[in-house]
Nanobody, 128 residues
Framework: QVQLVESGGGSVEAGGSTRLSCVISGYTFSTYCMGWFRQAPGKRREGVATIDSDGDTAYRDSVKGRFTISEDGAKSILYLQMNSLKPEDTAMYYC??????????????????????WGQGTQVTVSS
């Protein structure tokens, strides 16, 4: 059984940093995409950053240069380092996995509809 459990986030002042973590268990696929998605109140879910099994990464334009997605060596923890945070980054952040995906750049442009496994989400609130 695949499980994803996020942690991190919380309240941060604009310009600050935080790191989200997602512990992944029960996942043994050799080809996959992992990603971070977010959803703000009244808005559609959007891709933030993705990584595929080749190690390629992709980011939405608004977070490029500020956010970094990475995995630990065992590929059992997914991270999202978030720097220079802005109030518009405020949202619920979810990690997700898609075992049928092999292209991080394509995946980040979706709204996560093809991702099969999701965590419960962690709130990030950025105050100005």
């Amino acid at each position: 059984q695949v499980q994803l459990v996020e942690s991190g986030g919380g309240s941060v002042e604009a310009g600050g940093s935080t790191r989200l973590s997602c512990v992944i268990s029960g996942y043994t696929f050799s080809t996959y995409c992992m990603g971070w998605f977010r959803q703000a109140p009244g808005k559609r879910r959007e891709g933030v950053a993705t990584i595929d099994s080749d190690g390629d990464t992709a980011y939405r334009d608004s977070v490029k240069g500020r956010f970094t997605i990475s995995e630990d060596g065992a590929k059992s923890i997914l991270y999202l380092q978030m720097n220079s945070l802005k109030p518009e980054d405020t949202a619920m952040y979810y990690c997700a996995a898609d075992p049928d995906c092999s292209n991080a750049r394509y995946a980040v442009g979706t709204h996560g509809a093809n991702f099969d496994y999701w965590g419960q989400g962690t709130q990030v609130t950025v105050s100005s």
